[in-house]
């Protein structure tokens, strides 16, 4: 018999960021497209930069309460300790990026396009990532509280000692999404799950949500 094989693991490039130069984060504005800045400490909050696009750059301790970012293009790019409550950024691209040590409230990235992206060590609160296409993806160490994939087509993603509260995967299109790595306390959208991974363990704790939806009545 052929051997079992488990999903295929993201394809994470490494970001090599060199000559930076420091610039204020005050001076970001829609439309700007600025690559091989480093940007440490100020504030977004409220701003208006749609269409933005940074490229090979880092951005440290930078405060983005209810920033809206639609559109905007992200690529080779260090985000550390960002902290938004509430963050806006539907149909924005992402590639070759690093999320660390941040907190995150609710956000909007849905109708959004990653790939090559980590998210390590963040707390997250509600993450719209319906309708989006996500490819080459990892989450390490992090805690979300609502993580809503509906509609989404997600290829290979993998998730390690992460805590996800509430998974929504309602019509999404799955393949090599790896959740064993994931604390999973409720789901929504059973047949969306068609192309992940989960260890036993997993599926035993969803049994009564699975019998449910396949109509099994569950009698002790």
């Known amino acids: ?5 488990g999903p295929k693991p993201p394809r994470i490039d490494e970001i090599r960021l060199v000559d930076l130069v420091e610039r204020e984060i005050g001076e970001l504005a829609g439309g700007d497209r600025v ?3 480093r940007y440490r400490g100020g504030g977004l909050g409220g701003r208006d930069l749609t269409g933005v696009a940074i490229g090979e750059s880092e951005l440290v301790g930078v405060f983005a309460h209810d920033a809206l970012l639609r559109g905007a293009v992200i690529t080779e790019t260090v985000i550390e300790r960002l902290e938004a409550p509430v963050l806006r950024a539907p149909r924005a691209t ?3 990026v690093l999320v660390s040590g941040s907190r995150i409230g609710s956000v909007e990235f849905y109708d959004n396009r990653w790939e090559s992206v980590r998210f390590v060590g963040c707390k997250l609160g509600f993450v719209n990532l319906r309708g989006a296409e996500i490819r080459d993806i990892r989450f390490t160490d992090c805690t979300i509280e609502e993580l809503d994939l509906g509609n989404a087509k ?9 805590d996800v509260r509430s998974l929504d995967v309602t019509g999404a299109r799955l393949s090599d999404v ?3 790595g994931l604390d999973l306390a409720a789901i929504s959208g059973i047949d969306g799950l068609r192309g992940a991974t989960m260890d036993g363990m997993q599926v035993a704790l969803l ?3 699975l019998a ?3 109509g099994i009545r569950v009698v002790d």
């Open 1 to 5: 018999m052929p051997r079992e094989t």
């Open 35 to 37: 690559e091989g800045r």
């Open 94 to 96: 992402l590639r070759d």
């Open 154 to 162: 997600a290829q290979r993603v993998a998730f390690e000692q992460c």
């Open 178 to 180: 790896d959740l064993r």
């Open 207 to 209: 049994a009564t949500t």
């Open 212 to 214: 449910n939806h396949v």
